[in-house]
């Protein structure tokens, strides 16, 4: 995935058999109940994952590639939508809030919010922001899933959200002087829909 010389045919590819695994670890983070189940053997105790009262929130547009690994896992997962781009022109990158539309009773619900790439934080935070002022959702209701991040966006959200649980598959060097992380694969989006 990481190679620059990797297509956006391969990039998918890769990038959505890493995001199922990422997925599936997300939901099991999810609060569990003990229920008394019979397998062909007999009677025994397992654990079910509060699945029915989730809502998987994608921030567009990468954030909707992780977004369908979710729905690929539970098929009838509510979904809202967080529209978040980072002002390139700024220096320190900042997020600029578009869009947001979540279900109904997303307040009491559980919320798995997918965005592939966790930089600097600003998008996270804001969308966190926006979910938790707009939304009335509790913070440590919040899961957040991306695939690469780097110790300075983790210790942005630690900060900002000690609450939001966050689950990720890589832990990366830093970000370089553009807020890019490092060593990173570039933009993961437009590497992802082949619009680079």
């Known amino acids: 995935m990481r190679d620059v010389r990797t297509n956006s045919t391969e990039f998918a590819a890769y990038a959505k058999r890493a995001m199922r695994l990422l997925a599936e670890d997300a939901i099991a983070e999810l609060p569990t109940k003990s229920v008394e189940i019979t397998t ?19 921030i567009i547009r990468a954030g909707d590639s992780l977004l369908e690994s979710v729905r690929e ?3 009838g997962v509510r979904v809202g939508k967080i529209l978040i781009q980072r002002d390139e022109s700024s220096e320190e990158k900042e997020p ?38 707009e939304y009335d959702v509790k913070p440590e209701r919040i899961i957040f899933a991306n695939v690469i991040c780097c110790p300075e966006g983790l210790d942005a959200m630690a900060t900002a959200y000690p609450e939001v649980k966050i689950v990720t598959a890589c832990i990366d ?13 570039g933009d993961y989006g437009d590497r992802f829909f082949g619009t680079v």
Not at 173 to 185: R, T
């Open 173 to 185: 060097e830093g970000l370089n002087g553009e807020k890019y992380i490092v060593p990173g694969l």
């Open 73 to 75: 896992c539970l098929p």
């Open 40 to 58: 062909p053997c007999g009677p025994s105790t397992g654990v079910e994952i509060a699945t029915d009262n989730l809502c998987a929130v994608s």
């Open 96 to 133: 600029k809030m578009f869009y947001a539309k979540m279900p109904p009773g997303v307040s009491d619900m559980n919320v798995l919010l997918c965005d592939p790439m966790l930089a600097t934080g600003g998008s996270a935070k804001m969308a966190i922001s926006t979910l938790v002022s």
